[in-house]
T-cell receptor, first 112, second 109 residues
């Protein structure tokens, strides 16, 4: 049973560029959330998708946007990258019951 | 703004000892709490969740919830070197997890 898969695993971008990160949820899960984790910090909630709609959003600027597809997979897009966007981006999925989320292995984004 | 605070680390314990981790939260209405373990460079892994006052045990791990005092704790009994990791406390509100900054535990052999 595949867990949550994210791609790519590592990425280096230049300031001002745009990036797209991808996530496939665990089989049977329909809700996908994205988190940003800076070094030494806990994950910070970016937004959550359910039934292809953004259901909740954390305190992140509009440069962060997302999408959920009919197969429940999701993308996170970040425009106009800043040095401060360098972090581990985690995708997490959950399903019925919603007791806890299963996290993917993350995408390490470095902005130079 | 909901806040989750964890006792500052790092925490160093000898092998076989009990590691005690604490977490407080600001929203008295919070219902569900989670402990995740995160090895260096890896993603968080769910250890336990708790939503009722009292203790919940799973193997060497015991989670404790006290809603009146607004704290959650995690005890790791018979600590092993493989328990060396950062432990994240989180509360769930409306399907969103809010995490503390984590406590790094090192188990000395």
């Amino acid at each position: 049973d595949a867990g949550v898969t994210q791609s790519p695993t590592h990425l280096i971008k230049t300031r001002g560029q745009q990036v797209t990160l991808r996530c496939s949820p665990k089989s049977g899960h329909d809700t996908v959330s994205w988190y940003q984790q800076a070094l030494g910090q806990g994950p910070q909630f970016i937004f959550q998708y359910y039934e292809e709609e953004e259901r909740q959003r954390g305190n992140f600027p509009d440069r962060f946007s997302g999408h959920q597809f009919p197969n429940y997979s999701s993308e996170l897009n970040v425009n106009a990258l800043l040095l401060g966007d360098s972090a581990l981006y985690l995708c997490a999925s959950t399903g019925q019951g919603r007791y806890g989320y299963t996290f993917g292995s993350g995408t390490r984004l470095t902005v130079v | 703004q909901k806040e989750v605070e964890q006792n500052s680390g790092p925490l160093s314990v000898p092998e076989g000892a009990i590691a005690s981790l604490n977490c407080t939260y600001s929203d008295r209405g919070s219902q569900s709490f989670f402990w995740y373990r995160q090895y260096s460079g890896k993603s968080p892994e769910l250890i336990m969740f708790i939503y009722s006052n009292g203790d919940k045990e799973d193997g060497r791990f015991t989670a404790q919830l006290n809603k009146a005092s607004q704290y959650v704790s995690l005890l790791i009994r018979d600590s092993q070197p493989s328990d060396s990791a950062t432990y994240l406390c989180a509360e769930m509100d409306d399907y969103k997890l809010s995490f503390g900054a984590g406590t790094t535990v090192t188990v000395r052999a």
